[in-house]
Every structure is written in C-alpha cells, then in structure tokens.
C-alpha cells in the first residue's frame, strides 16, 4: 500500500482488530487484520485496481470463482469420459457433427460441451475445423485408471449431494455400499460378487502406483513381498517384473484373493507367487515374506484397524525385515487439498478411515515397534507417497 492512496474504511477496522487481539500473537493477529481486509468490499475494490496488488487480486478471484464452480468443471470432465469423447480424440481429431452422431448428441449440445472442454485444456480446437486432444485430455488418456477413477465418481457426486447431511451421518451412502468390506463386520464371507467392482478399479488405478512405489523403493535386496490387500495381484505382478528372482504373495479377502491367483496364473507366474485369502483384521498375516507392502490399505481404516495391521505386519516380518507405506499422505506440500479436501470427503462417505500425514504414519509405525523410519521421495506425490520401516530383532 502506497501512502498517498489510503483504504477507505480500513483505519477503524485496524484499530478494531488490534483491539480484538491484545495477548495474542504477533502472527494470529495479522491473521486478524488480514481477514479483515480481505472481507472488506471496499479493500477488495482498491486492490482491484491498484497496480501493486491488481494481479494478486485477479488470481484471488479467480481462485474463489473456480471454487464456487468446480462441480460443474467435474461434471465436464465426466461428461467427456461418460461418451468416450477423449478416446475418440485420441484415434483422430474429429469434427462437432461427427462427434455428436458418435455420442448420439445434437450437434449444438455437442458443441458446447466441446467449448466447455477446451476452456479446461480436455480438448482444443484446430485450424482445420475439427477438435483434437488438450493438454489435459492428452494427460488423462496416458493414464487409463484416471478415467476409471472418473467413473467412479459418479457414486461420490451422488454422495456429496447434500454434504450438511453427510456431515450429519444421514446418507445412506452409495459408497458404503461398492466397498462392501467397509460396513461388515465378516467380510471374509463377502461373495465375488460383492468385491468384483472394487477389486477391477484398483487394478486398473494401479500401474502408476506401482510404478512410483517400486521407484522410490526398488525390492531388488529382498527375497519375498508379501502384499497385503493386495486385490487381483497387480502390484506384486509389477514387482516380480522389475525384480527377477523375486517371490510374492497376496493377500487379500477369500474371493479376492481367488482372482489374484488367477491373475498370476493367466501372467505365468504360478511358480513365483502365491495368493493367500484371509481378514488382516482377524487373522495372522502369512510368514516368510521379508518385505510387506501396504499399498493404498491404511488410509481406508480408523486408527484402532491400522495399530493392529502394523503390529500384525512386524510379527509377520523376520528382523531386518521392511514394511513399505504407500499411499496419498495428508499435508503434502502441493498436494494439500488432495488429503483434506477429496479423501476427508471420500473416505467419509465410504464410511471410515482418514488420510493421514507422514509424520502421523511415522509415530504409529514407531508406536508398532518399528525402527529407521523413512520417508522416500515419489515421482507424482499427489498420489502417492512412501514411508520405509524396518523390523528390529525379535523381542
């Protein structure tokens, strides 16, 4: 602010603020004066317009409008993986016309969902006339488990209708019900059909996953992994591929844990890796394994599930045995709102479990017994990150 063009209204405002914050910190009560300003139509005005500030203002705004209306840009995104629009892009641009006799749009509905994707980088208009692939769309077709993902979400939106009422507890949630292991107090008696669906999004979400895991934590000094809610076997598929020699087990729910052994017997590794059902919850893990993963497993249980599965994980684990964590950490730098804003909601629905932050992991794997607690740097943070810890000797 520049002396010669004083706020309107702010010096009244900033006597009340330091008057509201006598004995408090010097921090918190800028944070006062802050907010103060901030909320003040006549401030934002000012800042608006001076040039100083204009641009910090402009990006403030911006931010907040993209707020008030980021369902809809997540209704566009859904739209365009709902009718395939992106595949289809990506086989070959295409015009307006012939993308709406392909998705059994009219031609002016197709068009603005076209403009409505281009304004969020799925898509781009050509010199041609016809539309082509974005940035962000050329992006999400490189990951096919995003758009599983995507699709998936239909069940969170429904869910997140009325979010006052699931924050109440007074939704029957759609989610709830697709993870079928979160509100059964047996879900080792789950049917196929009960996990099937889940078991096929994780699997397809998987390989960028993997990928990061086994980068930030390459297994080629163990012997055997054992997975633990492992599903259809993809990460220990990944691993046994990166790591010759190396033998795996899955565990995972009974009929899940039927499928991974067909997944492993259809890759042709019958001979290295196992499949082994059974409830973490209830039963021993099985032994012989000196590497455990837990990928994507903690955060989808409360507290009380997580103490008992890594104390269960270092009694399964030989000394100098390591357990790997993976998954999204609560309060990652640049990935703040992906812990607190989507899995708060998300697991929320679902019915338990919450993201936790690395240091939160840390003090209940030391809790557990375990020793030389690390945490590895991961190529994409946002979605996963990655805590080592080691199995001391035996007590």
Do not use: K
């Not at 603005?112 to 898509?123: D, H, Q, S, T, Y």
């Not at 082509?132 to 969170?156: C, D, K, Q, S, W």
């Not at 994780?202 to 997975?227: F, T």
């Amino acid at each position: 602010m520049s002396a010669g063009r004083a706020v309107p209204g702010l010096a009244t405002r900033g006597e009340a603020a330091g008057a509201a914050t006598r004995g408090v910190s010097w921090h918190d009560r800028w944070r006062v004066l802050r907010t103060r300003w901030l909320a003040d139509a006549r401030f934002q005005r000012w800042a608006a317009g001076f040039p100083l500030t204009r641009g910090v203002a402009r990006r403030r705004a911006r931010a907040l409008f993209d707020l008030c209306a980021g369902f809809v840009y997540s209704q566009v995104l859904f739209a365009c993986v709902e009718l395939g629009l992106l595949e289809t892009l990506e086989a070959a641009p295409a015009g307006a016309v012939a993308l709406a006799r392909a998705t059994g749009l009219e031609a002016a509905a197709m068009l603005r969902l076209l403009e409505a994707a281009a304004a969020l980088g799925l898509v781009e208009a050509r010199d041609d006339g016809c539309w082509g692939l974005g940035v962000h769309g050329a992006a999400l077709r490189g990951n096919p488990g995003v758009a599983a993902m995507i699709a998936h979400h239909r069940l969170l939106y429904a869910d997140l209708a009325d979010p006052v009422a699931l924050l109440r507890g007074e939704r029957d949630c759609a989610l709830a019900r697709y993870w079928a292991y979160a509100r059964t107090a047996t879900p080792a008696a789950l049917a196929p059909a009960a996990v099937d669906a889940y078991t096929t999004l994780m699997a397809e979400s998987q390989s960028l996953v993997a990928d990061d895991v086994l980068e930030a934590y390459p297994l080629g000094r163990h012997a055997c992994l054992l997975d633990v809610g492992g599903g259809d076997g993809s990460f220990v598929r990944a691993a046994l591929a990166r790591t010759p020699g190396l033998r795996g087990i899955v565990f995972d729910l009974p009929p899940v844990a039927r499928r991974a052994g067909e997944c492993l017997a259809a890759a042709g590794l019958g001979r290295r890796a196992r499949a082994q059902g059974g409830d973490f919850r209830s039963e021993a893990l099985p032994a012989g394994a000196d590497v455990i993963s837990l990928v994507r497993v903690l955060h989808d249980h409360d507290d009380e599930t997580v103490r008992a599965l890594l104390g269960a994980a270092r009694r399964a684990l030989p000394a100098g045995g390591v357990l790997v964590v993976a998954e999204p950490f609560a309060g990652q730098r640049g990935a703040e709102t992906v812990g607190a804003a989507y899995f708060g909601f998300y697991l929320l629905a679902m019915g338990r479990g919450r993201a936790r932050t690395a240091a939160e992991l840390t003090a209940f794997l030391r809790e557990a017994g375990f020793l030389a607690v690390r945490e590895r740097a991961t190529r994409r943070p946002l979605q996963c990150g990655v805590l080592t810890a080691i199995r001391g000797a035996a007590d």
